[in-house]
């Protein structure tokens, strides 16, 4: 009797030794949980950090290319403008030079056509006179 009393004891002793260490398991698998689960929200939190940050920078690099875009833009109209102002204005001095070189030929013909000899003479003559005139002062 007394060997089954030891037994019992034993068979006790090894069942509550047993519920003990699967308590002990239960508390640190416990706590690897909540840890595990501390870690994820940690994660999920540092991800959403992560997209918030990348969705700005790309917001700001996508502006800043508008930006640039938009200068250079403004630079060629600018270009576009200055070279259409110099064309112009050649286009304007070229003009102006056809002109005069028009009425100098047409005032050098009508000048030709009603110049007679004794015209002539009597212009030169009239020239000599001034530049007598303008010598003996």
């Known amino acids: 009797m007394l060997r089954e009393i030891n037994l019992a004891e034993n068979r006790e002793r090894t069942i509550s030794n047993t519920i003990r260490d699967a308590e002990e398991r239960y508390t640190k698998a416990t706590e690897k949980l909540q840890k595990a689960r501390i870690r994820l929200q940690q994660a999920e939190i540092k991800a959403d950090e992560i997209r918030i940050s990348g969705?700005?920078?790309m917001d700001k690099e996508r502006q800043d290319l508008v930006d640039a875009?938009?200068?250079d833009l403004n630079g060629l109209e600018d270009s576009k403008?200055?070279?259409i102002r110099f064309e112009k204005q050649r286009a304007i001095e070229q003009v102006r030079q056809q002109v005069s070189r028009l009425a100098?030929?047409?005032a050098l013909e009508s000048l030709n056509s009603r110049m007679t000899n004794q015209l002539h003479m009597q212009l030169i003559d009239y020239h000599i006179g001034m530049l007598r005139s303008m010598s003996n002062k």
Request: hydrophobic letters at 35%; a neutral charge.
């Open 55 to 57: 969705l700005a920078q």
């Open 69 to 71: 875009a938009d200068n």
């Open 104 to 106: 100098s030929q047409r």
């Open 81 to 83: 403008n200055n070279a």
